[in-house]
């Protein structure tokens, strides 16, 4: 089976994580695609295939060399998808031999994938188009990844030509809500060195992610009838929109790229009496990523200064680091990512991630992982869309850096 068959497969299955579920996994769906993975690699022959209490899905592919003792390589990838936006029923369908121009994706209510908006679409001119009818994901992110790591399974388990070592594999679950490597279990995984095939255009080789934390702005206001209020009513929700006035507006999301840090304001709610405001801080700076959290203080502190003690307080939470520093010292992880991509005909290239991986938190959990491309754009979006042919290519990537490991004998560093 291919790599784009498999997605059309898993588009079945309606596994979008929940931040307001407590449990892990946050959704029941999620144990249920668990569940069809885990069958499918049992059908593959990955014979220890299972699914733990958590909902992590862990298999080995067992070295075909003998007397190995090479370095242990891991592939990785999330299982969920985005709740914000539509994600159940999705109709997806193959568009063969794209000739460029404006794709119609829903005739009755004029949805378009046009080059116009993303003009990276012209370089799949020719080529085979995995897209949906514009109104759900498509669920390329992160099923494309799965897809590849089981599709290079298959490869490895029925050519045994292919010499390679030990190989892991791992499924998790409430990686969009930042919790996908919570209860990974790093030691039972039981890799040296993994990649998490999660990141977009076939050659990507990404190492760089952003420093990330959570801010939560609490606001206390203090309210007396409008008619008598004068110099006594303290308005919650206008302090609110106070403290995120004090905030840089060219450093949101929407006016930001490349190496440029954000704040994202991304719930707000308010009356009166209080108010609460939760951001998302990102920066792939440390040092400008915690000026960024300083600063949020210095405004709670001045409105504070200006409005009474305790009206305004903010609780920082760190979720990831830059796993930059944890790749460095395993530079070969790179070298051999590059090197497969070149071998299987692509030009590999590297640019900071705008955003995180589980393997930005398992580097820093004693796993080095930087990630790899799938093949696939729009992620987050009712015009994401994947491309048959890099699939392909994305998937025989896998293969070739699992037959390079197989070579290190000796080595597990």
Known sequence: MRAYERLLKYTAFAAASDSSSPSCPSTAEQLEF?????????????????????????????????????????????????????????????????????????????????PEEFPFLRDYTGKDLVVTDGTTLLGADNRAGIAEILTMAEILLTDDSIKHGTIKIGFTPDEEIGRGADRFDVRRFGADFAYTVDGGAFGEVEYETFNAATARVSIKGRNI??????????????????????????QRPEHTEGYEGFYHLIAMEGSVEQA??????????????????????????????????????????????NMLEQI???????????????????????????????????SFMGLPCPNLGTGSHNHHSKLEFACVQDMDSCAA???KIAEKYGQWQGSRK
């Open 397 to 399: 990537v896998l293969v």
């Open 276 to 321: 609460s405001l939760t951001y998302i801080i990102r920066d792939h700076d440390s040092k400008m990523f915690q000026a960024k959290k300083e600063r949020m203080e210095r405004i709670a502190q001045w409105l504070n200064e200006s409005y009474g003690e305790g009206t305004v307080s903010v609780e920082l939470e760190d979720s990831y680091a």
């Open 225 to 250: 009838h409008p008619g008598t209020a004068k110099n006594k009513m303290k308005n919650a929700s206008l302090l609110a929109m106070e403290f995120n006035s004090l905030l840089p507006s060219v």
């Open 34 to 114: 668990g569940r069809a993975l885990v069958e499918e690699m049992r059908s593959l022959g990955i014979k220890d295939a299972q699914m733990d209490e958590n909902g992590y899905v862990f298999g080995t592919i067992e070295s075909n060399i003998d007397n190995w003792d090479g370095p242990v390589i891991g592939f990785i990838a999330h299982m969920d998808v985005v709740r914000d936006v539509p994600f159940q029923n999705t109709k997806a369908r193959v568009v063969e031999n794209y000739q460029g121009g404006d794709l119609l994706l829903n005739s009755e209510e004029s949805i378009v994938l046009s």
């Open 328 to 362: 460095r010292p395993h530079w070969h992880l790179i070298e051999t990512a590059y090197a497969a991509v070149r071998e299987v005909g692509g030009e590999p290239y590297s640019k900071p991630v705008r955003g995180g991986t589980d393997g930005a938190r398992l």
